[in-house]
């Protein structure tokens, strides 16, 4: 959702000179920040109750996670939030520059 408001700063690009494929990029670049800051963030968020759970069970503060169950997350985030930022920048991508530009712009209710 956050991509598709972003028309019109995508169409300024490409009208001073940037090519889609370059718009594209940064799209790319975006999409593996967010996975990262996600895995990140996500993994330091579980590592508290992890960290509770391995001391009542195994009575050690280091928890111990199979690393294939750890890729399959990591994968899953990586899985989710590709397509939520890439599949909705080709589609903002579509029109000309020009019609993107000068078509209406939406705004929230907070913008009124």
Known sequence: ???????????????????????????????GIIVLCAVVVGTIAAL???IGMSYAIRHSVFPSIPPLMYLG??????????????L???????PPAVEAIAGPVTYDRHHR
């Not at 598709?4 to 790319?28: D, K, N, Y």
């Not at 909705?88 to 579509?94: D, I, K």
């Open 88 to 94: 909705p920048a080709r589609l903002v991508l579509r």
């Open 1 to 31: 959702m956050a991509t598709i408001s972003r028309r019109r700063e995508f169409a300024l690009l490409r009208f001073v000179g940037t090519r889609t494929g370059q718009v594209r990029s940064m799209m790319r670049k975006e999409a």
């Open 73 to 86: 997350i990591v994968t899953a985030a990586a899985a989710i939030a590709w397509p939520a930022v890439m």
């Open 48 to 50: 508290p109750s992890l």
